[in-house]
């Protein structure tokens, strides 16, 4: 019969046996029981169908993890076999661990944008207008990185009267991810117009500082309207969905958000030129204004209402002239015919009575008493009147005369014949 040993020296056994034989070994399974304590390590369970093995990563590995370990992801790991002597139980103690299927920073790169989408940090109607004339821009970047030469290159260029605040960041390595953090904090306290955060082209891991969640937020916090410029065309970081504006590279950004002086000088000169057009316009439109309110204020002076009142007693006084001399000519021609009648109706009258004169004439020479030679012709006077023997009545006294002799009678009878 062998000598029995204790619990303790079996385990110790074990864990010598174990922790020298599986030094180091990879092991692929899906994820469960994710425990991320407070001391920073981190705990969880590698299981395949049939069965199931307790892992750890300490603090130190864990740190250098690019993405999140989450329930039910594949995972492959590497690690050594470690016994727990107290309990006489084994886990693999992970040093590092790779999403199975896919890299590390791209699962990384994905749940962090999911992440950052649901806390509506990509959000557009939260982006920050662009100022269309930029007065500053703080540059966020490296001073001896190619990109900030290129940057000022086009800054020169397009719009020399921009100013550009240089603020100095490292742009790659594990302490990036803090210095570009403090360098937007530090931009946005200088008041510019504008942050552009950038950096040139490299691989996914040169340019991972720009993927880490604090630099996310850093950019969502800051005050200023900030522009991402990371990388190349093809390069997709997070800081390109959170920032107000993306551009596909640090030159195109100074391109996109500095107006061109080419352009700018063309659309002055095209201004200037409307605005002689339009002012040439005016003063046009102007001076016939003040050309009629002068017509309108000249025909409603006093001395033009005289001057018309005037005018108008001239036309009314030339029409009275014209109208008397029409009405004197007339009543002269009038008179002429009038007077040209009168001399004929007055010569026919005279001719007339010239004949009822030669007439009368005639009949008074033919019936003058002193031609006449019959002896008993007499006229009677009654009452000083000529009248008739019939109307002489008895004892009437009456004159008979001749013309020669008068003689005084009184009738003594009246008999008729």
């Not at 309990?87 to 790779?98: A, D, K, L, V």
């Not at 007065?135 to 719009?159: E, N, P």
Request: hydrophobic share 40%; proline share 3%; net charge positive.
């Amino acid at each position: 019969m062998q000598t029995p040993i204790s619990v303790s020296e079996l385990n110790n056994q074990i864990k010598s046996l174990l922790e020298s034989t599986f030094v180091s070994v990879y092991v692929e399974g899906e994820v469960s029981r994710v425990t991320y304590h407070s001391s920073g390590h981190l705990y969880f369970t590698l299981k395949d169908k049939n069965s199931s093995i307790s892992c750890v990563m300490f603090r130190g590995n864990n740190q250098r993890l690019k993405f999140r370990v989450e329930e039910g992801l594949k995972v492959i790991i590497q690690g050594a076999v470690s016994v727990y002597t107290p309990r006489g139980s084994y886990q693999i103690n992970c040093i590092s661990m790779e999403p199975s299927g896919s890299g590390a920073l791209a699962l990384a790169y994905e749940q962090l944008k999911k992440k950052l989408e649901a806390k509506g940090y990509f959000k557009d109607e939260i982006k920050k207008s662009i100022p269309k004339y930029p007065k500053s821009i703080a540059l966020v970047t490296s001073k001896t990185g190619a990109a900030l030469q290129d940057m000022l290159r086009v800054a020169k260029k397009r719009w020399p009267l921009v100013k550009i605040i240089l603020v100095n960041t490292l742009v790659q390595g594990d302490e990036a991810k803090y210095s570009i953090v403090n360098g937007i904090k530090k931009a946005d306290l200088l008041k510019a117009d504008v942050i552009v955060v950038s950096r040139g082209g490299g691989s996914l891991e040169d340019l991972w500082a720009f993927n880490e969640e604090i630099v996310a937020d850093a950019i969502y916090e800051a005050k200023t309207p900030v522009v991402s410029a990371i990388g190349h065309e093809i390069d997709f970081m997070i800081s390109d969905f959170v920032a107000d504006l993306r551009a596909p590279t640090p030159s195109a950004a100074m391109e996109m958000i500095l107006p061109d002086k080419i352009e700018m000088l063309l659309y002055i000169d095209n201004m200037l030129q409307n605005f002689h057009l339009s002012f040439k316009r005016v003063i046009l439109k102007k001076n016939e204004e003040l050309k009629h309110l002068f017509y309108a204020y000249k025909q409603n002076s006093f001395l033009q209402k005289i001057e018309l009142f005037q005018n108008e007693a001239n036309a009314l006084l030339l029409r009275y002239k014209e109208s008397m001399e029409f009405i004197l000519q007339k009543k002269e021609q009038e008179v002429l015919t009038l007077n040209e009648r009168l001399h004929q109706k007055l010569s026919q009258i005279l001719i007339q009575k010239e004949q009822q004169l030669s007439m009368l004439l005639d009949s008074y020479q033919a019936n003058d008493p002193k031609k006449r030679v019959k002896e008993s012709f007499a006229q009677i006077i009654k009452n000083d009147k000529p009248t008739t023997l019939e109307a002489i009545e008895p004892n009437e006294v009456f004159s008979l005369i001749t013309p020669t002799t008068k003689l005084k009678a009184k009738a003594i009878s009246k008999t008729k014949l």
